[in-house]
T-cell receptor
Framework: AQSVTQLDSQVPVFEEAPVELRCNYSSSVSVYLFWYVQYPNQGLQLLLKYLSGSTLVKGINGFEAEFNKSQTSFHLRKPSVHISDTAEYFCAVSDWGAGANNLFFGTGTRLTVIP | DGGITQSPKYLFRKEGQNVTLSCEQNLNHDAMYWYRQDPGQGLRLIYYSQIVNDFQKGDIAEGYSVSREKKESFPLTVTSAQKNPTAFYLC???????????????FGPGTRLTVL
């Protein structure tokens, strides 16, 4: 079975500083990887996804993530954060060829941007 | 506007009552999903449906039921058998139909259910 580990439950960072949110997954087969963002009392919004090809994926709001197969990681980065980036971020993995696209989510990382 | 709607945004019910949460999408997606979100636990899959009139249990289906009579609608009933129903419930949809392995799920705004 797939699983996702987000090692940091909370990450405080000062405005305009860089940030990295860590995500590791376990899988014996090829996977698709996703990062979602959730603002308070709202649904999840897709930030970016890795399907195949280039291991560096660019998403919305200036975020990017790098797929590292040997490390089984998919860390999310942003070079300079803004107050509006304060939210919860979820990493997710899906099965390839499972017949159904079921997502397995990490427990989330709460990013707090400090003015 | 295309998207996924969930209603109501907030729902209060007395213990022992069944309650139905609505999820509607106008994206022409075949697949729909229900997740439960609890603080610090991420999202857990309750039920999913790949096509009309068909659905499968997810990881935490006990105490819940669903129907999929129409492509655009996937209501979730939280029954009195669910021991701890207070949570944030999220509905999602994707193109599905086995046409795209990279099938991306799109989420609705959620319903916060509180059982008193």
């Amino acid at each position: 079975a797939q699983s996702v580990t987000q090692l940091d439950s909370q990450v405080p960072v000062f405005e305009e500083a860089p940030v990295e949110l860590r995500c590791n997954y376990s899988s014996s087969v090829s996977v698709y990887l996703f990062w979602y963002v959730q603002y308070p009392n709202q649904g999840l919004q897709l930030l970016l996804k890795y399907l195949s090809g280039s291991t560096l994926v660019k998403g919305i709001n200036g975020f990017e993530a790098e797929f590292n197969k040997s490390q089984t990681s998919f860390h999310l980065r942003k070079p300079s954060v803004h107050i509006s980036d304060t939210a919860e971020y979820f990493c997710a993995v899906s099965d390839w060829g499972a017949g159904a696209n079921n997502l397995f989510f990490g427990t989330g990382t709460r990013l707090t941007v400090i003015p | 506007d295309g998207g996924i709607t969930q209603s109501p945004k907030y729902l209060f019910r007395k213990e022992g009552q069944n309650v139905t949460l609505s999820c509607e999408q106008n994206l022409n997606h075949d697949a729909m999903y229900w997740y439960r979100q609890d603080p610090g636990q991420g999202l857990r899959l309750i039920y999913y449906s790949q096509i009309v009139n068909d659905f499968q249990k997810g990881d935490i289906a006990e105490g819940y039921s669903v129907s999929r009579e129409k492509k655009e609608s996937f209501p979730l009933t939280v029954t009195s058998a669910q021991k701890n129903p207070t949570a944030f419930y999220l509905c999602a949809s994707s193109i599905g139909g086995g046409r795209e392995h990279s099938d991306t799920q799109y989420f609705g705004p959620g319903t916060r259910l509180t059982v008193l």
